[in-house]
């Protein structure tokens, strides 16, 4: 990550609920699937609760992605 990048997420961290709250959700669900996936089996309700969490995952990734860019955007238009 660049520098600027970097102080950017730090910045949202500090000042942007939501964008905390997501990456918050996002880092939860790593866990919960790296979870599921250290059993040796997962059983057929495992598989899909263990792809409803994916899915959870990915749209929380999506939406701490949106506010960085917004944030970037409105950085960009300032200068």
């Given at each position: 990550m660049?520098?600027?990048?970097?102080?950017l997420?730090?910045?949202?961290r500090?000042?942007?609920?939501e964008y905390?709250?997501w990456?918050?959700?996002?880092?939860?669900?790593?866990r919960e699937?790296r979870?599921?996936?250290?059993?040796?089996?997962?059983t057929?309700?495992?598989?899909v609760?263990?792809?409803?969490l994916?899915?959870?995952?990915?749209?929380a990734k999506?939406m701490?992605?949106?506010?960085?860019?917004?944030?970037?955007n409105?950085v960009?238009d300032?200068?």
């Amino acid at each position: 990550m660049k520098e600027k990048h970097i102080a950017l997420v730090e910045r949202l961290r500090r000042e942007n609920d939501e964008y905390l709250t997501w990456e918050e959700k996002h880092d939860k669900l790593e866990r919960e699937i790296r979870s599921l996936n250290r059993k040796h089996v997962l059983t057929p309700e495992d598989e899909v609760l263990r792809k409803n969490l994916q899915k959870e995952k990915l749209l929380a990734k999506d939406m701490v992605i949106k506010i960085l860019r917004e944030a970037e955007n409105k950085v960009k238009d300032k200068k």
